[in-house]
Nanobody, 123 residues
């Protein structure tokens, strides 16, 4: 599976962006998907995850209520809708896919990673 993230950009605080992650291959619908982010000088951190069926989602406390993860298995795409953006949301955002069915907040649970898309939120 190859993952291609897009949709990043520069936005003012309080604004919105929608990230997309397009997957190649016919097994996308069998993978749990996650979004992670990494700011300069910091470790990669969990943002959100969605189960293979879309029936279960999970969010980091820092984004809960502002971000929404969703997926369209017919389009082999997972999305991250980001609202009420804050300067501290500035980072490179990565999508990831995995089939461990557990510990979706951990980077080691994912087998495939996209190349990342930059999100910059100005104050």
């Amino acid at each position: 599976v190859q993952l291609q993230a897009s949709g990043g950009g520069l936005v003012q605080a309080g604004g919105s962006l929608r990230l997309s992650c397009a997957a190649s291959g016919r097994t996308f619908s069998s993978y749990d998907m996650g979004w992670f982010r990494q700011a300069p000088g910091k470790e990669r951190e969990f943002v959100a995850a969605i189960s293979w069926s879309g029936g279960r989602t999970d969010y980091a406390d820092s984004v809960k209520g502002r971000f929404t993860i969703s997926r369209d298995n017919a389009k082999n795409t997972v999305y991250l809708q980001m609202n009420s953006l804050k300067p501290e949301d500035t980072a490179v955002y990565y999508c990831a896919g995995g089939s461990t069915r557990t510990r979706l907040r951990a980077t080691y649970s994912y087998d495939y990673w996209g190349q990342g898309t930059q999100v910059t939120v100005s104050s």
